[in-house]
Structure formats: C-alpha cells, structure tokens
C-alpha cells in the first residue's frame, strides 16, 4: 500500500520558470515531511523539511507548502535552472519508539530547459 | 568531514547466492537505515540500526538482514538472491531522535 502519492512523474519547465511537485498522504502519524533531490548515479540528498505545525517553509528558491487537513504538501522550486534537473521524492516519516520508518514517493523527473 | 560512505559501488550475482553490503556512516551519526531503491522508483525502508540492534523494519522478508558494530558500521545482507532484488542500495545515517538523515551514494546490484 502506497502511502505516499507524488505528482507529476515527469516535469518540464523553462529556464527561469516555476517547477511545482505534489505530495498527499494518508497515514495523520507522519510529522516530518522532507524533500529530496537526486542526480543520475548519486543517493538522494535533503533539500528541505517541514513540519505539520508549519503550512510553509522556504529556503533560498525552495519553498514547502503544506495543507494538514487536505493531507497535501508540495515542493516550489523557483526561478528554476538548468542545474536543477534532477529526480524529486517527496517523502514522509513517523517515530515509534523513537525510531524513525520513512515512506518516499515514486519520484519526479525534472527537466529545466534553457 | 567524510560523508557517508558505501561499498562496493557495483556488484553482478547470479540467482541464490548471497551478498553483503557496507556502510560507514557520517562522522557523528549512530543510527543507520537500508533503503533499496528499484529503477524509477522512490527508495524503499528496509530496516534502521542503532546500538547494534535493528530498531524498525519495512515491509521486506528475512532474507535481507543486517548487522550495526560497535564502532556504528553496517552490513545489509541479502540471502537466496533472486532477480526482483536487482536494485541500488541506500545507506543513510542520521543522529539518534534526529530525523534529518544523510544518504551514501548506494551500491548497485545487479542480478542475473
């Protein structure tokens, strides 16, 4: 069972443009909802984390937007360049016993044209 | 400061044999978790070690096991191997109660 749903698989934007993953959840338990960005050939690498307490967190051109009620959370890359085509996961995480179990999205290829 | 580190990068095994896999952490971090990442897919929790013990496991049968030693390292072992286990393998450490985790740049494994 998928718990974790991601939207679009594949996205093209112009250079300068806005690029705009989805994420939605199921499971109220996750708190913690990271996004990560992975080149060809590497492991994935944490561009930025929310948490359900905030519905937005930004980071130089990257910007979280997340909706409790809605189970919806998705990433805004801005001004977006060539350098950021890469493959987005979304991905949500819940503790028990103090250890942590990470649920990812099927991921989005991003592809920034000049 | 040396990231996470994993080896090998490639590996080729043919049906049934068994293959283990290393990781050595970020240098601070205790707790590690395997993830195994299919083709165009999104990496899949396998289990997390910390103090040498498995702590939380994904949905994966006993086949894939681990080992965490003293000095924070981790094996991931995969017994019988069959081609649906072809795959890159992740490595991620993070501190304990910390949830921000720092990945290797995984092992490939090839089944044939």
């Known amino acids: 069972q998928q718990q974790v749903k991601q939207s679009p698989q594949s996205l093209i934007v112009q250079k300068g443009g806005i690029s705009i993953i989805n994420c939605a959840y199921e499971n109220t338990a996750f708190d913690y909802f990271p996004w990560y960005q992975q080149f060809p050939g590497k492991g994935p690498a944490l561009l930025i984390a929310i948490r359900p307490d905030v519905s937005e967190k930004k980071e130089g051109r990257f910007t979280i937007s997340f909706n409790k009620s809605a189970k919806q959370f998705s990433l805004h890359i801005m001004d977006s360049q060539p350098g950021d085509s890469a493959t987005y996961f979304c991905a949500a995480s819940k503790r028990s016993g103090g250890y942590q179990k990470v649920t990812f999205g099927t991921g989005t290829k991003l592809q920034v044209i000049p | 400061d040396a990231g996470v580190t994993q080896s090998p990068t490639h590996l080729i095994k043919t049906r049934g044999q068994q293959v283990t896999l290393r990781c050595s952490p970020k240098s601070g971090h205790d707790t590690v978790s395997w993830y195994q990442q299919a083709l165009g897919q999104g990496p899949q929790f396998i289990f997390q070690?910390?103090?040498?013990?498995?702590?939380q496991r994904g949905n994966f049968p006993d086949r894939f096991s681990g080992h965490q030693f003293p000095n924070y390292s981790s094996e991931l072992n995969v017994n019988a191997l069959w081609l649906g286990d072809s795959a890159l393998y992740l490595c991620?450490?993070?501190?304990?109660?910390?949830?921000?985790?720092?990945f290797g740049p995984g092992t490939r494994l090839t089944v044939l």
């Open positions: 991620a450490s993070s501190f304990p109660g910390q949830d921000e985790q720092f």
């Open positions: 070690y910390y103090e040498e013990e498995e702590r």
